[in-house]
């Protein structure tokens, strides 16, 4: 395989394709850019085959390939990566009064979240949507994810918890807007 | 004890690694409506997030690829088999060329000292061959953890 074997490389991208699937959906907007970006992801991982040292696992390396691919297109297109919350990245909360805030949270959480869920999170911006899709859904660990966006694990750590209290407040928001 | 309410941060950590939590936090939640409701809108989005359809393209990403890669050539090992050759002649020619010094050599030098040198050869021989499977193994073994090759 990593003498250039075409075949078994074609099982590699079967393993992986849902991987570089989440990450090109969530930072990439246009389908057909995906479309491209994938296979340049692969084409990418192939003719860098022989550079893969077997010090982290082959799934975080192709990983890692496909996050700055992304991100290379995000630049190019000239397109935010992430929200700026000021220096202490505090996020606002919405101003509800505190009691009704916990009732609402309550019925909300219970009954339209399913609902809502997917358009809140494709609002959210490119890196939160995907940090939040690596860590909840691909049950990758801050570590992998730190090792795939070459971020410290401590800010990866801090930008999933905002991006998870966006959500949040987002739901919420959506909520309250539409009982109004 | 902790009186006043957990913050957002403090939540998620309860949720998403209770193990890292202090047991004060934890004492907290136990005894507080508001936090544990708060932790548990938590956990349903974290479920929720979790169950939330994962992402697949609409297309064959192997086929696309597979046919974009380069038809490896088959090339007859000319190299290989000419460095081989040369060095059989060398080696050949060295041994018949210099026979009568070499005879002189190996019938002059104590038998102790070339089962020495010969057993010093083997074991290096050997330490090599390990260290050549268990890096192999060691290379196989990050596959399976990977669980992408099924080998």
Redesign the interface.
């Known amino acids: 395989?990593l003498n250039?074997d075409?075949?078994?490389?074609?099982?590699?991208?079967?393993?992986?394709?849902?991987l570089?699937?989440?990450m090109t959906?969530?930072m990439i907007s246009s389908p057909g850019d995906?479309?491209d970006i994938?296979?340049d992801v692969?084409?990418k991982a192939?003719k860098n085959l022989r550079g893969f040292k077997?010090q982290s696992?082959?799934?975080?390396w192709i990983g890692q390939i496909a996050y700055n691919t992304c991100l290379h297109y995000l630049e190019k297109k000239k397109l935010l990566l992430i929200d700026n919350f000021g220096e202490d990245g505090e996020i606002p909360e919405n101003n509800f009064n505190k009691d009704v805030r916990?009732d609402t949270?309550?019925k909300v959480?219970?009954k339209e979240?399913?609902d809502m869920?997917?358009t809140e999170?494709e609002q959210l911006k490119p890196l939160y949507k995907t940090l939040?899709?690596l860590y909840?859904?691909e049950e990758l660990s801050y570590a992998e994810i730190a090792e795939i966006t070459s971020l410290p694990e401590g800010t990866v750590k801090n930008y999933i918890?905002r991006a998870?209290?966006i959500?949040?407040e987002n739901?919420l928001l959506k909520h309250k807007r539409n009982e109004l | 004890m902790i009186t006043a309410h957990l913050t957002?941060?403090e939540i998620?950590l309860y949720v998403a690694e209770s193990e890292m939590t202090s047991d004060q936090l934890r004492i907290h939640i136990q005894d507080c409506v508001?936090c544990q409701?708060?932790a548990?809108?938590?956990q349903?989005?974290?479920n929720?997030?979790?169950d939330?359809a994962?992402?697949?393209?609409n297309?064959d990403?192997?086929t696309?690829?597979?046919e974009?890669?380069p038809?490896?050539k088959r090339v007859f090992p000319w190299t290989g088999i000419l460095v081989s050759v040369f060095s059989v002649l060398l080696i050949s020619l060295s041994a018949i060329f210099f026979w009568s010094i070499m005879d002189t050599v190996i019938r002059s030098t104590p038998l102790l000292l070339i089962a020495t040198t010969l057993t010093a050869a083997v074991i290096i021989l050997i330490f090599q061959a390990f260290e050549m499977v268990k890096n192999h193994q060691?290379?196989i073994h990050?596959?399976l953890?990977?669980?992408?090759?099924?080998l």
């Open positions: 395989m250039g075409r075949y078994a490389f074609g099982s590699i991208i079967k393993k992986t394709e849902g570089v699937a989440q959906f969530k995906r479309k994938a296979q692969y084409l192939f077997f696992k082959l799934s975080t916990n949270e309550e959480f219970s979240l399913a869920l997917h999170i939040i899709s909840h859904q918890f998870r209290k959500l949040k739901i | 957002d941060a998620q508001n409701t708060r548990a809108n938590y349903l989005l974290f929720s997030i979790h939330h994962k992402p697949q393209f297309f990403l192997s696309l690829v597979l974009q890669l038809v490896p060691k290379q990050t596959l953890n990977a669980k992408i090759l099924q």
